[in-house]
């Protein structure tokens, strides 16, 4: 027996032949690369649009609550102007 077996480590061989396995192997490894980074960046995409719509809405929601505001302040001075009237009839 050999030096490599009385002490239980095991030797490498390594072959300088390129088979057809080899490359194919090569060519999924870089395929499934680049299938991983399409699909993170349309997810990535798809997040970016969701963050900008979101933003859009609430945007819109703050606008509509500022008309709100305004429109009851100015009801409540309509309301406090009649309160006035009808003090000032004794009615």
Known sequence: MSEAADT????????????????????????AGFAAWSAMD???????????????????IRDNIREIKSEVKETNASIRALEGRVARKGI
Request: hydrophobic content about 35%.
């Open 42 to 60: 349309t997810r990535i995409t798809k997040v970016e649009e969701k963050q900008f719509r979101q933003t859009e809405v609430t945007t819109d």
């Open 8 to 31: 239980g480590a095991r030797s490498f061989k390594f072959s300088h032949e390129i088979r057809a396995g080899d490359l194919l192997n090569i060519a999924g490894v870089i395929i």
